[in-house]
């Protein structure tokens, strides 16, 4: 059926209408009614109805800033019945927004009462609140008497509201207004009055002010509650094209406490609500997301705002900060929409076109004001005429009033006889008897040639322009010496987006690498420092599968970036900090997850990219085949990774290393055996060349290590399968020719079993020892004595039964003390000096020595070695254990006795010394002990109840009968 079909059937009167077409009309006239008449401020007096009918009935009841407050409820009463016909708590709600200090830059309202916080607290009932106009509100409604404005009538018809009120401040600018309406919104921030009169001022000496000129003069937004602006970027595009948004952040401090540091803040973002900031904090601690935090107090008063959040010791607190910028309104972004209605049209203004309508609005408000006085002066000139008129001719004027019947026929008499209008005749017969005196004459002569003056000055704003310019301008300089304040919030130019590198800390880390390919990053701080021989920390828990061991182990920082060998002879980057965290005993997460490896292919090493300009990066294989590449070939890595060599079929990438192209380089064998060549004898490669050969190796051997030496001071430390090693001087490996066998670095015998690895080390090395149940001890150097390149070693970690050591990794500190002390019930630290005692038919002097951390699960291993007096090498490495099961500090000192008895009778005496705790005592008298005699050295020292075992069967020293001793004596 057609529309006319349908219309024919229709009864007489009813017309057809698509129900398209009216849904569309009636939402398009309720969407105009929302923008209109409730969201959307108007961009001369920068007000939404609601405001404006606020002011206008507070202005009506004269609550001015100079009379007494008055109930709330009175003013949302008077508004209701009057000029907003809409739920009180929408007026209320808005007279709170224009109380709070915290809200509006510059408040309209003066509240007495609870009228809510920063905390959100909201205002108290309207019953119970009073208030009244602040006094730069007045200058919203000055010149409201005098036809400035439109007037229109009110919702019933029963009075007249305007429909614009004159302000003459840019209160749109400095308060700033939000606001959603139905298919848009609008979001200006507030600014400084001072810097927006600024504007004006030069917007109305040249209206061709460009928009980088004002913005010079704003350059940002002022918000209440002050805070840092970060960044000008996006205020400048919203300035420019109304769009855009700025970044504040809140104020904070961070200052050193008896605890540790803590951060302070002390402004908050705008409209950031503190109580919920509080409880956000608290739940990212809760979550751990952000952690490092201990305490969180809200110490804010009526002085101001404080809200302590106490860091952790050893935490960075600018990590901390940085990570609350993150997750935490303590930054916010804080979008700008200038969109406001010009003529009841929403349209988006820049800030000039702001500042235009403003001034514009001005112009037809002064221009107003100056007719609307001219008329009143023009009015009383009239009248003041009359007056001359009727003193010139006094006694006739009154002698017509006094034959007059009535006041109409005095008028019109008058009128008729002096040519006067009515208004003049009516003022004269008004005018009381007083104004007849000489005096009273003079002033209404004076009074005249004011009101003349005056006329010709209103003429001249109304007919010039810039006259007219000019009286906006001292309005708005007055508005500026009496309200002006400085500026709140901070402006920051430079800012960068926060990153990941921004929240992490760039601590030490140690990057710990598996054969089956897991990997994990742990803080070095887990390993506290220990001592040689101790039994180590749990670093990883049993691995699954028997022969997965730990292949590489690294030390480095979490904002480095990772070079992933394989291999393959790939080579992929990945940042440090985006390897999973694990907990010292965690097992990690699967390198494949992490990178795009193919099949049969595995990471064998790791290099850190910091430092990398004008190196060279030195790569081995098992076969031994070397090669040197530039590293900045390395530089820029594909997520697909790159060729870092060519490589033969049965052969593998084994060792990589940093050198600075002028180096020695040292490689080691699993078999004890050692080369030390130039590094100028490998020349610098591309990424695809294979290498050429570094160290021929015997049948079965492999290559396990390479050092780059660039310090001939600093020594080699080789490590063991049994948990042996020792420290050689570099300059006991003589310089060859590459592609040679090499020498002997350690002996691979039973007791040692097969080299693991090789590290250089320095004054201020460590070393981290793991075996291949992810057990994991720290050392120093200094506790490993430097031998000859024949020598054995000595234990460097006691490993468990069917245990082997898997790698070992040496990094440098510049303080030692920055590495934590290894966790016991106490420590302690003990030596014992044997002079001339004869073992094995030879006289020797060694050294016994006891150190580490002393508990009821750890004992303290002591280990004895021997120096030969001629040969000055290692002849003999007898080696004792010394355990404790009780707590050596905190305790009373007493006496210990501690005896020393040789195998062989000998009439040599010895002489001992005992420190412990980190503390040497020594005896004043030394005693001489003779052969076979339980006659002992004394010492003022803590309990030890020990044993000594025997460790080998070649040592000449035997086990005495602890049941014939004290519990305090120990013999050997």
Known sequence: MSAEQAQDTLPKGTKLVLIEDELKNSFLDYAMSVVVSRAIPDVRDGLKPVHRRVLYAMHELGYHHNKPYRKSVRVVGDVLGKYHPHGDQAVYNTMVGMVQDFAKRYPLLDGQGNWGSVDGDNAAAMRYTEVRMQKITQEILADIEKNTVPFVPNFDESTIEPTILPSRLPNLLINGTAGIAVGMATSIPPHNLGEVIDGCLAFLANEALTDDELIKLIPAPDFPTGGIICGRSGVLTAYKTGRGKVVVRGVTDIQETKKGFAIIITELPYQVNKAELIIKIADLVKNKIVEGISNIRDESDRRGMRVVIEVRKNEIPDVILNQLYKYTPLQTSISILSLALLDNRPLIFTLRELVKQFLLHRETVVYKRTVFDLEKAQAREHILLGFIIALDNIDPVVQLIKKSKTAEDAMIALEKEYKLSVEQSKAILEMR?????????????????????????????????????????DELVFIKENYANPRRTKIEDT???????????????????????????????????????????????????????????????????????????????????????????????????LLPLVAGESVVKLLCMRGMENKQIVMVTKKGVIKKTDAKAFAKIRVSGIRAL?????????????????????????????????????????????????????????????????????????????????????????????????????????????VVGLV????????????????????????????????????????????????????????????????????????????????GGKIVSGVLKADGAVSSEDGVDVEFSTTSETENEVHHEPEVSFQSATPVVDQEPSEHVVSLQPVQETPDAMSIELSSTGVTQKSEDVQQVAPHSNQGVRFEEPPLSAFVELIEEESPWILGDESSHDSDTMMF
């Open 760 to 839: 250089i080390v320095g004054g201020n090395s460590h070393i981290l020892l793991i075996d291949d149940s992810g057990k994991i001890i720290h050392l120093l150097p200094s506790e490993i004595r430097t031998m000859g390149r024949q020598a054995k070693g000595v234990r460097l970690i006691r490993l468990d039964k069917d245990r082997t050591l898997a790698s070992i990794v040496a990094f440098e500190q510049d303080e030692e003390d920055e590495v934590n002390g290894s966790s016991g019930t106490g420590s302690s630290n003990a030596t014992v000096k044997a002079d001339n005692v004869q073992i």
């Open 495 to 593: 800012f960068e987006s926060l990153t990941d590198t921004d929240l992490i800390p760039d601590e030490d880390v140690v990057i710990t690498l598996t054969q089956k390919g897991y990997i994990k990053r742990v803080s070095l701080d887990t390993y506290g420092v220990q001592h040689r021989g101790g039994k180590g920390k749990m670093g990883m828990q049993k691995l699954e599968d028997n022969d997965d061991i730990v292949r590489d182990m690294f030390v480095t920082k979490n904002l480095d970036e990772l070079l992933f060998f394989t291999s393959l002879g790939r080579v992929y980057s990945m940042p440090v900090y985006e390897v999973a965290e694990g907990s010292r005993t965690s097992k990690g997460r699967a390198v494949i997850n």
């Open 433 to 473: 008897l007083q104004r007849l005196t000489g005096l009273e004459q003079e002033k209404i002569h004076s009074e005249i040639a004011e009101i003349k003056k005056k006329i010709e000055y209103l003429n001249s704003v109304i007919n010039n322009r810039d006259i007219l310019k000019k009286e906006i301008k």
């Open 646 to 754: 060519g490589l033969n079929d049965d052969d593998a990438l084994a060792f990589c290393g940093v050198s600075s192209g002028d180096d020695n380089i040292v490689i080691a064998t699993a078999f004890g055996q050692g080369i030390r060549f130039k590094e100028s004898e490998v020349r610098t490669m591309g990424r695809q060349a294979a290498g050429v050969r570094g160290i021929k190796l015997k049948e079965k051997d492999r290559v396990v290590g390479m050092e780059i030496i660039a310090d001939e001071d600093k020594n080699l430390l080789f490590a063991t399968a049994q948990g042996y090693g020792k420290r050689t001087r570099v300059g006991d490996f003589r310089v060859a020719h590459r592609g040679g066998l090499g020498v002997r670095t350690i002996p691979t015998d039973r007791r040692n079993g097969e």
